[in-house]
């Protein structure tokens, strides 16, 4: 993105980022509203799809009486906050006992293998971000990978998983074509 550096796995949004002016315009439109601060963070996180430390600093400013700390604590608090840059899909692997010993650390190898991607960061195309996660609360299908919503169940065979994210790639593509066509 054209306002951010090229560091995949660190945040750089610049303090001259015009989507911080859309934030403040928002901020200024619910001020005296009650539950401010989740609602900022949540508009914060749809305008730069993420909300790094340094947005919630600047937000903490123009709300005066509210610290860092306390919209820290509520970004990681709710787990539909991101922190740092995500990828268009996320991945996660599920590291839990019962994935784990079923072979889910192959997974994450397999991954990062692939993609060139470490856990907790985004790949160059920016297309995957990927993350380990702590039971998913369907052991009897492990080992267990979630790309969004959907399930990758008894996932032994890590040779399926170029062709898994093949599919994501291809409706990628789809979709840029369909954009293209009607801006034809
Ligand atoms: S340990 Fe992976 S789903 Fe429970």
């Given at each position: 993105?054209?306002?951010?550096?090229?560091?995949?796995?660190?945040?750089?949004?610049?303090?001259?980022?015009?989507?911080?002016?859309?934030?403040?315009?928002?901020?200024?439109?619910?001020?005296?509203?009650?539950?401010?601060?989740?609602?900022?963070?949540?508009?914060?996180?749809?305008?730069?799809?993420?909300?790094?430390?340094?947005?919630?600093?600047?937000?903490?400013?123009?709300?005066?009486?509210?610290?860092?700390?306390?919209?820290?604590?509520?970004?990681?608090?709710?787990?539909?906050?991101?922190?740092?840059?995500?990828?268009?899909?996320?991945?996660?692997?599920?590291?839990?006992?019962?994935?784990?010993?079923?072979?889910?650390?192959?997974?994450?190898e397999a991954l990062q293998?692939?993609?060139?991607?470490?856990?907790?960061?985004?790949?160059?195309?920016?297309?995957?971000?990927?993350?380990?996660?702590?039971?998913?609360?369907?052991?009897?299908?492990?080992?267990?990978?979630?790309?969004?919503?959907?399930?990758?169940?008894?996932?032994?065979?890590?040779?399926?998983?170029?062709?898994?994210l093949d599919k994501y790639?291809?409706?990628?593509?789809?979709?840029?074509?369909?954009?293209?066509?009607?801006?034809?």
């Amino acid at each position: 993105m054209a306002n951010e550096c090229n560091n995949r796995n660190e945040s750089c949004i610049r303090p001259d980022d015009p989507r911080y002016k859309e934030l403040k315009a928002y901020i200024d439109s619910v001020r005296d509203q009650q539950g401010i601060n989740i609602m900022v963070l949540q508009e914060a996180q749809r305008l730069f799809g993420y909300v790094p430390l340094e947005v919630q600093k600047w937000i903490s400013l123009e709300l005066d009486d509210v610290s860092v700390g306390e919209l820290y604590g509520i970004s990681t608090f709710y787990s539909q906050f991101n922190l740092t840059k995500q990828g268009k899909h996320k991945i996660s692997v599920c590291l839990g006992t019962a994935c784990y010993v079923k072979g889910a650390q192959a997974i994450v190898e397999a991954l990062q293998q692939h993609l060139d991607i470490e856990v907790g960061g985004i790949s160059e195309d920016e297309m995957f971000s990927l993350e380990a996660t702590r039971c998913l609360g369907c052991c009897s299908l492990a080992p267990v990978m979630m790309i969004d919503d959907d399930v990758y169940a008894k996932l032994y065979d890590t040779k399926q998983i170029p062709e898994i994210l093949d599919k994501y790639y291809l409706e990628s593509e789809l979709e840029h074509e369909m954009e293209s066509e009607v801006d034809a």
